[in-house]
């Protein structure tokens, strides 16, 4: 390696990019109460600032290789073996990408905000930092500490600036997500001092833990701890009622933020922890989670097809794209693992440009209910345009980019779970229905009502801040070997050790399957 | 022992009652305006303060011992003890100053009152025989049952001082009950020492232990009424909400402060040898007051009754740290000191939001505060989001050293019934948080005037954020310095 | 040291049992071999036959409490003399100089009470040694 590039490797990128935002919120604070028209540009080039150092590291990522890279390490206390260890691998790598790309649309999103100006776009960057603290730590107590305090802005975002029954979705989203991560924190402590007792000190690095080996019954209780808590911010199936409350209520940002990011904070840590640290227990629980995974899928597919009101339709799509991430997850095979990350991101860019649309409309006629609105292509082809588009990428057409996820996760679970990518795949069929019949009652046919026919068709900014995610919609769903690339090193690594640690075989395509579950079917 | 230790050992008591006499001597004698009372507290404050100091510099390690034959101790432990409990009532004075200085002549027995108070804390703390706990408890207590009822102008604050006194009273009856049983089974009431009680705990054997568990019972009683652990906290709520606005934060504060010392030293250093009998006692006292306390803070209608079911759930996650007996000692003392600070700063808010004099403060008092006084609803934000141990506040710092020792402790259930209460109990700090930002006034409601903060009080709240948050980021230094606050 | 010999107290012991023995007999005693003729005037509280016009137990002005709290300091202090003087020599300087500082806090305490008003029973008077202003409620305060 030769000198630049090792300078460039020991320059602290990752606390950089958590620090950015974060700064940039205290920056906003301090504004002046009667500039307030300097509040959306600082905190719009904060976060364009950090989308850069996010290019950065993207364009100086090592492709091919498997563990964390840009790897920082503080100690901070011996004694309890806390240290500020940051790292990120191809799967936060993505994630970390995502979160920056969407931030800057969702503040430029949020020029309909008009109170309390500067604690809004404070508390979107204070989020923005916890979100991207939460994908590069790499100390559980750290994580945590992230995962916890991107709480507080949040809940503000939602009870503050949000809809009419904001105050009661902001407690739920609170009191949900707390009670899972609750249960996180003990079983992180119970980890960390069962550590101790093997390596003679406690530790909470994650990369020291996976040199631990915990008792078959210590996997199953840690197991159930971190993924109750990632489960409820995934949703994974009967945990996903604060959702749709805190999607519908929160304003168009806070929507866009919390289907495009906050949910595939849970969906990563099942991932980065569940899968890495509890082998044993993962491969014994799949056919559960299995189950959960495509409840979800078509609970979430059903209920979203007879939701009158269109916000309250794209957050239950998104408990069922969900719930496609978590089965590709839980198929424990090369394909399905990097589908599910795939997906992440799809779902994250789709819906995230849902929302925004939903909210565009909105603002227009302040109201949701798919009924107020018929025909409107005729008097806004631009956002006619737009939806369509979009939702045919959300419902996983080629050659967008949902299909390719979608695709990649029904090849993996097929290999190891035949039963259940069967079940899922009627999901895609139903996303269609779903979607495109709400389009058809929305745009299509004659105007029905009168208020819509003066309706302006996009602005500027609105096209401007759907246009890089249509562009990256289409990219990643003709091109998306360059993600699959960054990922496949990461998702083997967390296989090799599932394989390592268990008596489990990844299936291949043309190698029988080898799971209990397999086995006992006739 | 080092003769010239004698007086030493007890100067940041000498210092602080020094300061008492000169302050109602000049007082009578020159009725002087409130500034003077200020530098004579102050004073006092101060070297008490630096009396602490210099005891934790020069005996925290190992030329400590007791001293006025095993009465007194000097160690780590009663030194940070002076440390954390001077500054808290220095701050807690200036919380209250608009209140004592409302009080005309009678503001100087306040701010005596206040440093009897610290002194006797201090006293607990560094007490190392039954005898002289008791008396520290006493002068402690004493002077808190009057400053309960200070301004004497409403019934509530009556009943309030009078509820505290009598269940005090109550509760140092059971205490010395204790003391005298102890003293029955192992024939001293001394703890260090040749034939001190921990001396012979470790070296006998007891074949009936059942007076030497009866006392033992007795004591945690006695000072888990001091703490408000449930089931003895019933006082709590009513002596808080009814205590001027001013005096609840020192009085909120000092308890738990002085309790806990005297709790932790005699639990550990004393009766350490008998640490299988009383950990599962202190385990199911820690549950069920994070239980109890959580569950009742949730129906609660009024701020500061809120903030007292929610100081009994505190006192459950600090005995929470005691179960891992002498080990948790220093994760005791970080949660408690920065509880005190937090509880110290939410009551000073309540007493600006709802008057120095006032004992209720209901919550519709908070309704839209985030727009009234952003800073003081700032202030409060981060005092209950600390109480509620959200990361990056010293609340969630302590939390995690108290559960890591409870785990180390082999308490996991205990744990889990903690953190299942922390959730629970997001939903009443949430709850305050609605009221002060998502809340509008009610139409019609009559409000209090816009709240007046005093310097005091805003330096107080100054003080309180910059500690929440400089030990909730980097929580490390102060436990590295605490793991020598050990008792003998 | 734990193993105190209780012997020691016996005699206490016994005072004590003797006492509380006698007491309770002679009262029973009285009771049992007394005559008892009881006549309406025999059960008025006055022999003399003065009808009493008011209960007996009555409310007290509240300054007699304050005298006899006062009392109460003194009298402890009486109680540290006495323990003080019985070994003075054995005590020596150390032990007059802990009595001075003992009685100088007591005379600091009288004083700060004498200065403060708490010893004038006159309550027009006493309004002088306060303030005006807070002076009003003070004084209405200690004479409820």
Redesign the interface.
């Known amino acids: 390696m030769d000198a630049p590039l090792r300078a460039a490797m020991d320059f602290p990128i990752l606390s950089v990019i958590v620090l950015l935002p974060a700064v940039g919120g205290l920056m906003v604070l301090a504004l002046p109460r009667r500039r307030g028209e300097l509040v959306l540009p600082v905190a719009l080039a904060l976060s364009l600032i950090t989308l850069g150092a996010a290019c950065w590291l993207l364009a100086s990522f090592e492709t091919g290789v498997a563990g964390f890279q840009f790897e920082e390490q503080v100690i901070?206390?011996e004694?309890?073996g806390?240290s500020y260890h940051l790292g990120v691998d191809g799967i936060s790598l993505l994630m970390v990408l995502l979160t920056a790309f969407l931030f800057p649309i969702a503040l430029l999103a949020s020029t309909s905000i008009t109170t309390r100006v500067r604690g809004y776009f404070a508390s979107m960057l204070f989020l923005e930092a916890g979100i991207l603290g939460v994908f590069v730590a790499l100390d559980l107590?750290v994580f945590?500490?992230?995962w916890?305090?991107m709480?507080?802005p949040m809940?503000?975002i939602i009870?503050?600036w949000g809809g009419e029954r904001?105050?009661y979705a902001?407690?739920k989203f609170?009191?949900f997500t707390?009670?899972g991560s609750?249960?996180m924190?003990?079983g992180i402590?119970?980890l960390?001092?069962t550590a101790g007792d093997q390596l003679g000190r406690?530790t909470f690095d994650f990369v020291e833990l996976l040199g631990v080996d915990l008792g078959r019954a210590a996997q199953f209780w840690l197991f159930g701890a971190f993924a109750l808590s990632f489960g409820i911010k995934v949703p994974v199936f009967p945990l996903h009622t604060w959702l749709p409350d805190a999607h519908v209520e929160a304003p168009t940002a806070g929507s866009v933020i919390l289907a495009g990011v906050l949910l595939k904070m849970g969906a990563y840590g099942l991932i980065r922890f569940n899968l890495t640290l509890f082998p044993e227990a993962t491969v014994d629980l799949v056919p559960l989670l299995a189950v959960l995974a495509v409840i979800g899928i078509i609970y979430g597919a059903v209920v979203a097809t007879v939701q009158k009101d269109i916000k309250r339709l794209v957050a239950y799509s998104s408990v069922s794209h969900l719930g496609f991430v978590v089965l590709g997850i839980f198929a424990l095979t090369s394909q399905g693992l990097q589908g599910g990350v795939i997906q992440m991101v799809n779902h994250g860019l789709t819906t995230g440009a849902l929302f925004l649309l939903v909210g565009m409309i909105y603002e227009r006629r302040h109201t949701r209910q798919i009924a107020d609105y018929g025909g409107l292509a005729t008097v806004m082809p631009l956002f006619a345009g737009a939806f369509l588009f979009v939702s045919l990428a959300s419902i996983g057409l080629p050659p967008l980019n949902g299909f390719v996820g979608e695709f990649l996760v029904l090849l993996g679970s097929y290999l190891s779970l035949p039963g259940y990518a069967v079940a899922a795949s009627l999901g895609v069929v139903l996303a269609a229905v779903y979607l495109l019949w709400a389009y058809q009652r929305m745009f299509t046919g004659p105007i029905t009502v009168e208020a819509n026919r003066g309706l302006a068709d996009l602005g500027f900014r609105e096209v401007a801040l759907l246009a890089p995610i249509v562009a990256l919609v289409l990219f990643l769903g003709i091109f998306p070997k360059p993600a699959l690339d960054r990922v496949e090193p990461a998702v083997q690594g967390i296989l090799d050790r599932i394989e390592m640690t268990t008596d489990y075989q990844v299936p291949q395509f043309g190698i029988e399957a080898d799971l209990p579950e397999a086995e006992a079917r006739p | 022992m080092n003769g010239s230790l004698t007086f030493l050992s007890v100067a940041p008591e000498i210092a602080l009652a020094a300061a008492v006499v000169l302050l109602l001597l000049v007082e009578v004698t020159f009725k002087p305006r409130a500034w003077a009372w200020a530098v004579v507290a102050g004073a006092g404050l101060a070297a008490g303060t630096a009396l602490s100091a210099w005891q934790w510099v020069a005996h925290r390690g190992a030329d400590t011992g007791t001293f006025w034959n095993g009465m007194i101790a000097v160690d780590g432990f009663a030194a940070l003890a002076g440390l954390l409990v001077f500054p808290l009532a220095g701050l807690g004075l200036m919380s209250a100053w608009r209140l004592a200085a409302s009080q005309g002549r009678r503001g100087a027995e306040f701010i005596a009152l206040v440093l009897l108070a610290a002194a006797g804390a201090h006293l607990m703390a560094a007490a190392a025989d039954f005898i002289m706990l008791f008396i520290g408890l006493e002068v402690f207590s004493l002077s808190l049952y009057v400053l309960a009822g200070f301004t004497r102008e409403r019934v509530d604050a009556d009943e309030a001082s009078l509820k505290y006194f009598l269940l005090g009273a109550f509760a140092s009856a059971v205490f010395l009950y204790g003391v005298a049983l102890v003293f029955a089974a192992t024939g001293s009431t001394t703890f260090y020492g040749d034939g001190g009680i921990a001396d012979y705990l470790a070296g006998t054997v007891i074949f009936r232990p059942g007076v030497l568990l009866a006392g033992l019972a007795l004591l945690l009683v006695g000072l888990a009424f001091k703490v408000s652990a449930a089931p003895f906290h019933v006082w709590a709520p009513d002596v808080y909400q009814g205590a001027p606005g001013g005096v609840t934060g020192f009085l909120a504060a000092a308890a738990k402060v002085a309790g806990f010392a005297a709790l932790a030293r005699v639990l550990t250093a004393v009766l350490g040898a008998r640490a299988d009998d009383w950990v599962p006692a202190v385990a199911v006292l820690a549950a069920a007051s994070v239980v109890v306390g959580t569950l009742l803070a949730i129906v609660q209608d009024d701020v500061k009754r809120l903030l007292a079911y929610s100081s009994v759930a505190h006192a459950g996650f600090i005995l929470t740290a005691l179960v891992a007996g002498r080990g948790g000692v220093g994760d005791m003392w970080f949660y408690l000191a920065t509880y005190a600070v937090q509880v110290l700063g939410a009551f000073t808010v309540a007493a600006a939001v709802s008057g120095d004099r006032a004992g209720r403060s209901p919550l519709a008092h908070w309704a839209g505060l985030g727009r009234r006084a952003p800073w003081l609803a700032a202030a409060m934000t981060l005092m209950l989001?600390a109480m509620a141990g959200?990361?990056?506040t010293a609340g969630?710092a302590g939390?995690?050293a108290v559960?890591?020792a409870a785990?180390?402790a082999g308490y996991?259930w205990l744990?889990?019934v903690a953190?299942?209460a922390?959730?629970a109990g997001?939903?009443f700090y949430?709850r305050v948080i609605?009221a002060m930002?998502?809340?509008s006034p009610e139409e019609g409601a009559s409000l209090p005037a816009s709240p007046a903060v005093g310097w005091g009080a805003r330096f107080v709240l100054a003080v309180a954020a910059a500690a929440t948050l400089v030990f909730g980021i980097a929580?490390?230094p102060l436990?590295?310095v605490l793991?020598d606050a050990l008792p003998l | 040291m734990p193993q105190t010999d209780l012997s020691a107290y016996l005699p206490i012991a016994l005072m004590f049992v003797l006492v509380v023995g006698f007491s309770v007999v002679s009262l029973f005693l009285a009771r049992l071999v007394a005559p008892r003729h009881p006549t309406p005037e025999k059960v008025e509280p006055y022999e003399c036959g003065i009808v009493p016009l008011q209960e007996p137990v009555q409310r007290f002005p509240v300054k007699f409490y304050l005298v006899a709290m006062l009392y109460v300091i003194f009298d402890i202090e009486i109680v540290f003399l006495f323990a003080w003087a019985a070994s003075f020599d054995d005590l020596g300087w150390y032990g007059l100089a802990a009595v001075g500082l003992f009685t100088f806090l007591l005379i600091e305490t009288l004083v700060y009470v004498w200065r403060r008003g708490a010893l004038d029973w006159n309550l027009p008077r006493r309004r002088r040694y306060q303030r005006a202003g807070a002076a009003a409620g003070d004084a209405e305060r200690t004479a409820a």
């Open positions: 901070w206390y004694p309890w806390v107590l945590f500490a992230f916890e305090v709480l507080v809940y503000f009870g503050i904001r105050i902001a407690l609170f009191l707390a009670l609750a249960l924190l003990a402590l119970a960390a001092l406690p | 989001l959200i990361p990056l969630f939390k995690v559960f890591r785990i180390d996991l744990v889990i953190v299942l922390t959730v997001l939903f949430l609605v930002y998502l809340a929580p490390w436990l590295e793991r």
